[in-house]
């Protein structure tokens, strides 16, 4: 659809500066920006604080412009205050002023009576020698100035020393507002007025935003969703919104909604959402249409289809209860003091899941521990790669996993007392062997992009028919990853929880307390009830670190039973 494509560019960026962006040599092929910052959650967080530095060159500029407008300005007023009289007195002035707001005289009839009434005024005359003695050249010295210089410059600089976002990282910002409202059912309106399920954030998006995003949505086939949200552009843009123009919202919103009904009638619908009806040619019934949901029963455990556990999971970061009471009455919490580590300060377990076990752990790590690790970790984030089916040489950039990722090394034998409180804390709560590099992996920090930042359902284990792991990550002979410690570093206000969607259960992002579990089961197969999940980050920023421990040196710590499938 070039329509939409063509109009993104030409909507959101003033002309002027795409030819900076795109001629500045510093951006060469090989320095491409990158699309990084829908995922990285530092990457924008610069870019914050960088926009202050904009916002105060825009503003100096804005001041030099104001003042070469207020020149011409006056200039104007002055003629226009001081041939007033004249055209009230005037009849035939007065007509072919036509009420303009500066007149401009032609004809010569006219250009003779305005000659003939100023030449005998003084103070008329006084005024017009004034105005091209004075007036003029004020207009004239301002504009030798080049005002211009300065923002040039800055801008230029700005396209050299920062990787400016790209329109694939509003790509992916757009995917990340479709997905929160997905994932947790948002209405486009409060989404526009910025009401993030009951938190009125009061900062929505303007009708230009809801027109980019509509149209994102139309480009991965949710038509339906695509309509919504420029319909609500539209009447946003009947209501006074100036960020776009009313013919361009209005031709998007016919285009899609025609092709939203084409699908509709083709019974073959390509699309991830249409509405039940057509929608009419006015747009006046799009606010009663219905969609019809696809799924209305949320079935646990391993289900051959996988659509199921993409439900589930939904349902579970909406904070949906999929377990009857009966399935949760044993659960517990408890304090637990059975290591030396803890006799005076125990550690508080609550269980989400019995068989196989989930278990929440409450201030296993302290806050100076956590602003210590994100320390360390912040100078090496980069963008998550997976591995598994999708891996190619070297990883691949993932959108099934929106965050960025760096190892920190917590080897027993590396001096950092705090940074070790990792591993003990976690051999205090399991009794597993969590050292590095051989028990267990090094500790992986991650942190979730701003936008719906989230990790699809997978599973931790490594080895899995079919797929070829880096000698790095499959280490020598250490086996599968037998269990997940997932600290949480930070508190997220709205979602960002973890959901495991096959046991019906998820977690909340408390800032230092730990998940845990197992991912393989007692005989070393995987787990396939371990699926998993990093619920979108609706608002807020998601931080964890993740320990993975090694299978085999764990063999006296977690024996195998009798039984062949357990
Ligand atoms: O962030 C989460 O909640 C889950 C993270 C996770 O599953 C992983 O990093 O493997
Ligand atoms: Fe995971």
Known sequence: MIFVNSFVYYSLIPFGIIIIFITHPSLAEDEKPHDDYYTSLIGVQNLARKEQQTVAQLVRYKRKLEERLTLVERYLEDYRKSIRPLIQKSKTLRKSSLKKQYPIFRKENDLHTISETMSSHPLMVFRLLRRYAKELPDIALNLFQDINIEIKDYLAMLADNLDLPTEGDLNGAADGILRLQETYQLSTYDLSVGKLIEKDTGCGLVASDMQLIGVRAFNTKKYATSVEWIYHGWQMVKNGDKSISMEIIKENLRVTSDHHNIELLSFKPSSLSLFQNLINSTWSNIDGLYRTPLVTEYPLKIVSDTIFDYYNFNALCRGEQLLTPAQTKNLRCWYAHDSPYNIISPLKFEAHHENPPVYQVYDMISDEAIRHIKKLAEPHLKRAQV???????????????????????????????????????????????????????????????????????????????????????????????????????????????????????????????????????????????????GCPVLYGNKWVANKWIRLYDQFHVRKCTKHRFE
Request: glycine share 12%; net charge neutral; hydrophobic share 40%.
């Open 387 to 533: 591995l598994g089916s999708y891996q190619k040489a070297g990883g691949i950039k993932s959108d099934v996993r929106t965050s960025s990722v760096a190892w920190i090394s917590d080897k027993q034998d590396v001096n950092d007392t705090l940074l070790l409180k990792v591993p003990k804390s976690i051999q205090s709560a399991t009794g597993l062997i969590p050292w590095a590099m051989r028990a267990a992996e090094e500790l992986q920090i991650s942190c979730y992009g701003s936008v719906g930042g989230f990790y699809v359902p997978h599973f931790d284990a490594l080895f899995h028919p079919g797929v070829t792991l880096s000698k790095e990550m499959e280490g020598t002979n250490r086996g599968d990853r037998v269990a997940t410690i997932m600290f949480y570093l930070s508190d997220v206000e709205l979602g960002g929880g973890t959901a495991f969607p096959r046991l019906g259960i998820a977690s909340k992002a408390v800032k230092g307390s730990a998940v845990i579990w197992y991912n393989l089961r007692y005989n070393g197969e995987r787990e396939l009830l371990m699926l998993h999940g």
